[in-house]
């Protein structure tokens, strides 16, 4: 059975694998750090160009998190010590910055997680490095229509597995692999809490949606197989079969009528290619 616990107010959450169903207070604290996250993704879209290092994109996210007064969550969770994660090419997710260097071509996620006022928003973006062949565009297309079509799902008394499942059907239509190691996650107070929202579920599964329930759904879609691998650095994950692999993620939270995406891009860069 589903537990469900009310937050009201200021109290600390355990982590106890409930559900939390959270009032204003936390839709509050949601919209303020979603809305730094997405802005954070703003404008490092001009930054993502041939030649740059994946380390300096840190170093700029970095200093973007601290002047708008948070931290990154990533900094310190399970011995990650970076400020984002930067997804090349077939990494399908958690790569780490390092002195590598963006070349022409390449498609990008870029995963940004500041923690404000206590709360965490969560979001990530594919970016396009110079010219991108139409293969790699097209997927990139599909993967945001994906996380779109599932946030259309999350509606209170609808079932979590209805989101996986339209993303699924979606990701179908184009013989592209959905990624099942690595799930959306519900967030708020902790960066990682239940529930698991897995990208390719059964419809009419899962837990019900309930108002005030947080989460994120950030579905990697594969060019090729679902399939994927872990490198020895222990984060980056790879494509078995080293096709290109795309995400994007949005934190939502599911009202009374609906849902609210706090991680929205404050000047409309929901996808590429991006005016900067
Ligand atoms: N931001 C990632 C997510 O969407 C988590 C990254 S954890 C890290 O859940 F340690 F790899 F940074
Ligand atoms: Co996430
Ligand atoms: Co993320």
């Known amino acids: 059975m589903t537990e469900y616990q009310l937050i009201e107010g200021d109290e600390t959450v355990y982590r106890d694998g409930s559900i939390k169903l959270h009032g204003p207070e936390g839709f509050e604290g949601m919209r303020k750090a979603g809305r730094l996250a997405a802005t954070i993704l703003d404008e490092i879209a001009q930054y993502v160009v041939p030649g740059v290092t994946t380390g300096e994109l840190d170093e700029r996210i970095l200093s973007m998190m601290l002047d708008g007064g948070s931290v990154p969550a990533t900094m310190g969770y399970r011995g990650y010590a970076h400020s984002c994660c930067i997804s090349i090419n077939h990494v399908v997710c958690h790569g780490i910055p390092s002195e590598k260097t963006l070349k022409d071509g390449d498609i990008v996620n870029i995963d940004v997680t500041p923690l404000l006022d206590g709360w965490h928003g969560d979001t990530s973006r594919m970016f396009l490095v110079g010219d991108v062949p139409l293969k790699a565009r097209r997927l990139v297309d599909v993967t945001y229509e994906c996380l779109m079509i599932g946030i259309e799902k999350a509606q209170p008394g609808a079932r979590l597995g209805d989101i996986g499942a339209a993303i699924e059907e979606h ?77 994007f993620e949005h934190s939502i939270g599911i009202t009374e009528t609906g849902n609210e995406i706090f991680t929205l891009s404050p000047k409309g860069q929901h996808q590429p290619p991006y005016d900067i």
């Open 171 to 247: 990701a179908r239509q184009f013989r592209y692999g959905v990624v099942r190691e690595f799930c959306g996650h519900g967030l708020g107070r902790l960066f990682h809490d239940a529930p698991e929202v897995v990208h390719a579920a059964k419809a009419g599964t899962g837990p019900e949606l309930k108002p005030g329930m947080f989460f994120t759904i950030e579905p990697m879609i594969n060019l090729g197989k679902p399939w994927v691998k872990l490198l020895n650095d222990g984060w980056t994950a790879v494509t078995r079969d080293k096709s290109l692999s795309a995400q």
